[in-house]
């Protein structure tokens, strides 16, 4: 199984709702990632986890909360969003040392509204 | 500091063509480097990566890329265009540190004619 899976696959939100993103892996990998991707740009950083522990955290506002609550799930809390926070949201997990290959998810699509 | 250039913002060939997509990397040591392509509204699928094995690597979908130290690129190619290949294309190259930090190019948008 080489998936990482991302739900749900389309969100709409208000600027005052508070939703999760959530996905999974289970490739055994130990480190997991959230993306930001704006339309037609390349994908951003936004937090990286490595053994469920934060390790990066690329100056995200903290309207923006991850969360790794086991080795194969990885949550994004997403509270009191701005419209220009409209995005695609893309999780991804890799083994944890730099020279493998990251596997992405199909992506959340977020409208704040 | 690693950093990825793809020279070409937009390319566009013939169904039948070869394809070229251009990538030059900066690194201060050997890195790990790696094509990604993204169909509309899709997540990333992984087409070919190099780590410092075999310089000319063969990917998925007759895809390949030759590493080149020498120049500092890492250009991405196919012998004959599909309709199905026109996506976006992104090169990588991969800061380690006990994880995969990735640094993206802008992407390369790949328009492909009948």
């Known amino acids: 199984d080489t998936e990482v899976t991302q739900t749900p696959k389309h969100l709409v939100m208000g600027m005052t709702n508070k939703k999760s993103l959530k996905c999974e892996q289970h490739?055994?990998?130990?480190?997991m990632y959230w993306y930001k991707q704006k339309a037609k740009k390349p994908p951003e950083l936004m937090f990286v986890?490595?053994?469920?522990?934060?390790?990066i955290n690329e100056s995200v506002p903290s309207r923006f909360s991850p969360e790794c609550p086991n080795s194969s799930l990885l949550n994004l809390h997403l509270h009191a969003l701005q419209p220009e926070d409209s995005a695609l949201y893309l999780c991804?997990?890799?083994?944890?040392?730099?020279?493998?290959?990251?596997?992405f998810g199909q992506g959340t699509r977020l409208t704040v509204v | 500091a690693q950093s990825v250039t793809q020279l070409d913002s937009h390319v566009s060939v013939s169904e039948g063509t070869p394809v070229l997509l251009r990538c030059n990397y900066s690194?201060?040591?050997?890195?790990?480097l790696f094509w990604y392509v993204q169909h509309p509204n899709k997540g990333l699928q992984l087409l070919l990566k190099?780590?410092?094995?075999?310089?000319l690597v063969k990917g998925i979908n007759g895809f390949e890329a030759e590493f080149k130290k020498s120049e500092t690129s890492f250009h991405l190619t196919k012998p004959s265009a599909h309709m199905s290949d026109a996506a976006e294309y992104f090169c990588?190259?991969?800061?380690?540190?006990?994880?995969?930090?990735?640094?993206f190019g802008a992407g390369t948008r790949l328009a492909v004619h009948p």
């Open positions: 991804a997990s890799s083994q944890d040392n730099g020279w493998t290959e990251a596997f």
């Open positions: 490739m055994g990998h130990r480190a």
């Open positions: 986890y490595s053994y469920e522990k934060l390790s």
């Open positions: 690194s201060s040591y050997s890195p790990s």
């Open positions: 190099y780590t410092s094995a075999a310089t």
């Open positions: 990588v190259v991969s800061l380690s540190g006990g994880y995969n930090k990735l640094i």
